[in-house]
């Protein structure tokens, strides 16, 4: 038999057929905080997009209200949660999201009750936009680090497939959920059932039955400074992750652009109706799911090292026959097909990617980590958006998707390439070779998204 490495340079020994062994089972824990997640995520794809529509139904917002409802909150959360990552880092990382969980409920439940009371202001949905995609970001932060204790090595990836495939199926579902809502109880129903899956994803990580373990030790007279942006140095000492997250930047925002784009595209230049629209917004879903259900398999049998190049190389060939798609079905039949392959590429990608960045984080630092990918992106994405739509408005929609297309494409010089040792060996193979301690507790990651004050849509979970 001969020996097979993980990224983590965790030995895996291989069976007679060349394939390693599967991962053992996932725990009961991790199951019931799947079915957490997977709760709390329908929540959220049934109320993407609520509080822009909220602005506009029932306050009459002007367009630029509009958009600044999402960059208010993306720039003041970033800036919220910069000195929360060293917070999250050194505390019990369980408490953390129920609290998360809980203030993102309150703050959402907030908006029907001051409507019904005729007391709802544009402040106030401001407000509870940067309250949202800040909690988001904590909890992510608190989630990632709490499942590294969980799962060992060789379980990761299939762990992080659950929760890609429980998102990528409440993505297709909920918005046709949260449409039929909004029109028989009103503007503010989504948000309703949004704000009551976060107390519900609360109540089940309440349930976890497991102790959690203890969080790292901090420092001394720690330099409050150095901490905070210790998840940026972690990332750009590290070759791996330094390359994945030029990789994310330059993919995620080139992905975020094109959507609206794309819809003015498909509406306007190709002349098809809004029904034709949905369902290439929705059909491709299905290449998330089954891109998702295909990574656990695919790593056992190639590695995750593997799967990660390919999968994230095969993920930016797609965008570039969007702009050629002609009027009409045959247009329609080019973009769900090419949008298809997109989404059951990164389908793939995301477990395995997000795999890797935690075999190469120490848990002293994976919160903020975390933290910083998720800082970053909110930052640098609607920079991306802008250029982009400014470029639609000068050279038309066709050029302005061509350039995305080519941004992707970039994107795959970015991954890691080279071999990475500078990850912390010693700790991922003590998780390798012990079975699962089910003394400790887990999260969900919800890494693909965050529920944001803007309207997010399936293909944006590519990203």
Same mark, same amino acid.
């Given at each position: 038999?001969?020996?097979?490495?993980?990224?983590?340079?965790?030995?895996?020994?291989?069976?007679?057929?060349?394939?390693?062994?599967?991962?053992?089972?996932?725990?009961?824990?991790?199951?019931?905080?799947?079915?957490?997640?997977?709760?709390?995520?329908?929540?959220?794809?049934?109320?993407?997009?609520?509080?822009?529509?909220?602005?506009?139904?029932?306050?009459?917002?002007?367009?630029?209200?509009?958009?600044?409802?999402?960059?208010?909150?993306?720039?003041?959360?970033?800036?919220?949660?910069?000195?929360?990552?060293?917070?999250? *880092?050194?505390?019990?990382?369980?408490?953390?999201?129920?609290?998360?969980?809980?203030?993102?409920?309150?703050?959402?439940?907030?908006?029907?009750?001051?409507?019904?009371?005729?007391?709802?202001?544009?402040?106030?949905?401001?407000?509870?936009?940067?309250?949202?995609?800040?909690?988001?970001?904590?909890?992510?932060?608190?989630?990632?680090?709490?499942?590294?204790?969980?799962?060992?090595?060789?379980?990761?990836?299939?762990?992080?497939?659950?929760?890609?495939?429980?998102?990528?199926?409440?993505?297709?579902?909920?918005?046709?959920?949260?449409?039929?809502?909004?029109?028989?109880?009103?503007?503010?129903?989504?948000?309703?059932?949004?704000?009551?899956?976060?107390?519900?994803?609360?109540?089940?990580?309440?349930?976890?039955?497991?102790?959690?373990?203890?969080?790292?030790?901090?420092?001394?007279?720690?330099?409050?400074?150095? *901490?905070?942006?210790?998840?940026?140095?972690?990332?750009?000492?590290?070759?791996?992750?330094?390359?994945?997250?030029?990789?994310?930047?330059?993919?995620?925002?080139?992905?975020?652009?094109?959507?609206?784009?794309?819809?003015?595209?498909?509406?306007?230049?190709?002349?098809?109706?809004?029904?034709?629209?949905?369902?290439?917004?929705?059909?491709?879903?299905?290449?998330?799911?089954?891109?998702?259900?295909?990574?656990?398999?695919?790593?056992?049998?190639?590695?995750?090292?593997?799967?990660?190049?390919?999968?994230?190389?095969?993920?930016?060939?797609?965008?570039?026959?969007?702009?050629?798609?002609?009027?009409?079905?045959?247009?329609?039949?080019?973009?769900?097909?090419?949008?298809?392959?997109?989404?059951?590429?990164?389908?793939?990608?995301?477990?395995?990617?997000?795999?890797?960045?935690?075999?190469?984080?120490? *848990?002293?630092?994976?919160?903020?980590?975390?933290?910083?990918?998720?800082?970053?992106?909110?930052?640098?994405?609607?920079?991306?958006?802008?250029?982009?739509?400014?470029?639609?408005?000068?050279?038309?929609?066709?050029?302005?998707?061509?350039?995305?297309?080519?941004?992707?494409?970039?994107?795959?010089?970015?991954?890691?390439?080279?071999?990475?040792?500078?990850?912390?060996?010693?700790?991922?193979?003590?998780?390798?070779?012990?079975?699962?301690?089910?003394?400790?507790?887990?999260?969900?990651?919800?890494?693909?998204?965050?529920?944001?004050?803007?309207?997010?849509?399936?293909? *944006?979970?590519?990203?």
């Amino acid at each position: 038999m001969g020996l097979n490495r993980t990224t983590a340079g965790a030995p895996v020994q291989r069976g007679l057929a060349g394939d390693a062994p599967a991962p053992a089972p996932l725990s009961g824990d991790f199951h019931r905080l799947w079915g957490a997640y997977s709760v709390s995520h329908l929540g959220s794809a049934v109320g993407a997009g609520a509080l822009p529509l909220v602005a506009i139904l029932l306050l009459d917002s002007s367009t630029l209200q509009i958009s600044l409802l999402a960059v208010i909150s993306g720039l003041a959360s970033a800036v919220i949660v910069l000195p929360l990552g060293p917070w999250v *880092e050194f505390r019990r990382k369980r408490p953390v999201m129920i609290g998360a969980d809980l203030l993102r409920c309150a703050a959402l439940t907030s908006v029907p009750i001051a409507a019904a009371l005729g007391a709802l202001t544009y402040a106030h949905l401001c407000v509870v936009a940067v309250v949202q995609t800040a909690g988001t970001i904590v909890f992510s932060a608190a989630s990632g680090a709490h499942l590294r204790h969980l799962v060992t090595v060789d379980q990761r990836v299939t762990a992080n497939s659950r929760f890609e495939t429980s998102q990528w199926t409440a993505n297709s579902l909920g918005s046709p959920i949260g449409g039929v809502l909004v029109s028989w109880l009103g503007a503010t129903a989504s948000i309703t059932v949004d704000g009551a899956s976060f107390l519900m994803s609360a109540l089940g990580i309440r349930r976890l039955r497991s102790a959690e373990p203890p969080p790292p030790t901090r420092q001394p007279a720690p330099n409050w400074g150095r *901490e905070a942006i210790e998840g940026w140095r972690h990332i750009l000492h590290h070759a791996g992750l330094r390359a994945l997250f030029v990789n994310a930047v330059i993919f995620g925002g080139a992905i975020t652009a094109s959507t609206p784009i794309i819809a003015v595209f498909m509406l306007r230049d190709l002349h098809l109706a809004p029904w034709q629209y949905g369902l290439a917004l929705g059909l491709p879903c299905l290449g998330g799911i089954l891109g998702s259900l295909t990574a656990g398999p695919l790593t056992t049998r190639y590695g995750l090292r593997r799967v990660l190049l390919t999968t994230g190389v095969a993920r930016t060939l797609w965008m570039g026959f969007i702009p050629l798609a002609p009027p009409g079905t045959p247009g329609l039949i080019i973009i769900t097909l090419a949008d298809t392959l997109l989404l059951f590429m990164a389908g793939s990608f995301n477990p395995t990617f997000a795999a890797y960045r935690m075999n190469h984080t120490s *848990e002293h630092c994976l919160s903020r980590v975390l933290t910083a990918w998720s800082i970053t992106s909110k930052l640098t994405q609607p920079i991306v958006i802008a250029a982009a739509g400014i470029l639609a408005a000068v050279t038309g929609p066709r050029t302005a998707l061509t350039a995305t297309a080519a941004l992707t494409l970039t994107s795959a010089a970015f991954l890691p390439w080279k071999t990475t040792p500078n990850s912390p060996p010693r700790l991922a193979r003590r998780q390798r070779t012990s079975p699962p301690n089910t003394s400790f507790g887990s999260a969900s990651t919800r890494l693909p998204t965050a529920v944001t004050a803007t309207a997010t849509t399936p293909r *944006e979970n590519a990203k």
